[in-house]
C-alpha cells in the first residue's frame, strides 16, 4: 500500500499531515504507538481530499476527537487517522437568537461550557467534566446522571465520505442508545451540531457547572491520565459498573503501570508509564471475573484501536 500518493498532491491540502505519529501525543490515556498518518484538516475540501486519498490509497482510517474515550495498542494504527479538532471549531448563536446554538465538531466541550457560563446558555451543564469534543460528544452520546447528548441535539452536521458531502440529519433523524449513536454511516465524520438550549442568567449556569466539577474532583481520579468509565453500566440487576468491579475484588488492582482507581473503580489510571497491554489486561480480567463470578457481562464504553 503506497503512502506515494498524499505525498504527491499535498499542496492540495490545507490542514497537516504527518507520518508515523505517536498517537499517545493525542490521547487522554498518553497510551498508543504511531499512526501510519495522521491527518489534521482544516476544512471540508480537506475531508474530500482524505476521501480520495483512502480511495486512491486504499489505507483504512480512523476519526479521532479529543482521544479521552480510547485506548489505541501500543502498535499504533497502521492506516489513517483523521483529528477533527480544526475542521470547524466555531460557536454560534443560531438566527432565532436564543434558543439555538450551532457548534463545529471541533470545539472542546470545556470551551464550550466555558461560553456557555459567560453567554448564560442553560442546558447543556449535563455536559460538565466531559473532557472530549463536540464531535466526540455526539458519536458517543456523551453525557452524565444529569442527562445525555441526545436529550439537547437538535442536528447533527457530518461529512460522509462515500458521498464525497456533508449531509444534515434533524432531529427526528438522530437514534441513540446509552453512550452510543446508530444513525451515523460507518464513514460520517460529525463536522458539527446544533443544541437546543435555555436562557438563563450566566451566574446560574456558572455556579450549576461549578457544582458538579467540585463533585466530580471530589469522587474521580482526575489527577491521573484516564478513559474515564471504563465500563458501561451492566443492565443486569441494576448494579453500576463501579460495583462489579469492587465485587470482583479489583478495586486498587493494578498490572505495570495501569490500575483500577482506589478513588472510582470503573477508572483505570495510567500512573505513568502504563502500556495498552496493561490495560488491555486489566479489562479482560474485569470481564472474566464479572462473567465466572457474578454472571455479569461487562461491556467496554472505552473505544479501542489498533487492536484487530
Ligand atoms: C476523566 C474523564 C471523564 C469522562 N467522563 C465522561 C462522562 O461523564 N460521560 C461520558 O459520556 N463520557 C465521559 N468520558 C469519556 C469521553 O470524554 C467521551 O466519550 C467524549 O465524548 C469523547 O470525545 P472525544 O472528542 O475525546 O472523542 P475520542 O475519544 O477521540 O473518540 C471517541 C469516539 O468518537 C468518535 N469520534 C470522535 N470525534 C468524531 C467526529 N467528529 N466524527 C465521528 N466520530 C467521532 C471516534 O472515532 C471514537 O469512536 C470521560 C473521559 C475522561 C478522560
Keep these: 500500500m503506497s503512502l506515494s500518493w498524499f505525498h504527491e498532491n499535498l499542496s492540495r491540502f490545507s ?61 499504533g494504527f497502521d492506516g489513517l487517522v483523521i483529528k477533527t479538532g480544526r475542521v470547524d471549531f466555531s460557536i454560534s448563536v443560531q438566527p432565532d437568537g436564543v434558543t439555538q446554538l450551532r457548534t463545529g465538531a471541533g470545539v472542546a466541550i470545556s470551551t464550550l461550557l466555558r461560553r456557555a457560563a459567560q453567554e448564560g446558555w442553560g442546558g447543556l451543564e449535563f455536559l460538565t467534566g466531559v473532557p472530549g469534543s463536540v464531535g466526540g460528544a455526539v458519536f458517543m452520546n456523551a453525557g452524565t446522571h444529569l442527562g445525555e447528548a441526545k436529550d439537547r441535539l437538535r442536528a447533527v452536521e457530518a461529512f460522509v465520505f462515500s458521498q464525497d458531502q456533508v449531509i444534515r440529519f434533524e432531529r427526528d433523524e438522530l437514534r441513540f442508545e446509552y453512550r452510543r449513536n446508530f444513525f451515523l454511516p460507518a464513514d460520517a465524520i460529525v463536522t458539527a451540531a446544533e443544541w437546543f438550549i435555555d436562557p438563563v442568567s450566566p451566574d446560574e449556569v456558572k455556579l450549576r457547572i461549578d457544582q458538579t466539577l467540585f463533585r466530580r474532583k471530589a469522587t474521580q481520579p482526575v489527577d ?24 470482583v475484588g479489583l478495586r486498587g488492582h493494578r498490572i505495570g503501570d495501569a490500575q483500577f482507581a482506589e478513588k472510582h473503580s470503573n477508572f483505570i489510571i495510567n500512573l505513568g508509564s502504563a502500556r495498552a497491554e496493561d490495560v488491555k489486561q486489566l479489562i479482560d480480567l474485569a470481564k472474566e471475573r464479572a462473567r465466572s463470578q457474578l454472571g455479569v457481562e461487562l461491556e467496554e464504553e472505552v473505544r479501542f484501536v489498533g487492536f484487530e
Excluded at 501525543?25 to 495522521?38: D, E, K, Q, S
Design 15 to 75: 490542514g497537516e499531515l504527518r507520518w508515523d505519529e505517536p498517537l499517545s501525543r493525542h490521547t487522554y490515556y498518553r497510551i498508543g504507538g504511531p499512526a501510519r498518518v495522521l491527518a489534521i484538516p482544516k476544512s471540508i475540501d480537506d475531508l474530500k481530499f482524505l476521501a480520495e486519498g483512502i480511495r486512491q490509497t486504499g489505507l483504512r482510517s480512523f476519526v479521532l476527537g479529543l482521544g479521552s474515550n480510547l485506548l489505541v495498542s501500543d502498535s
Design 224 to 247: 491521573y491520565p484516564s478513559c474515564g468509565s471504563v465500563f458501561k453500566n451492566p443492565r443486569e440487576r441494576g448494579l453500576n459498573a463501579w460495583q462489579v468491579v469492587d465485587q
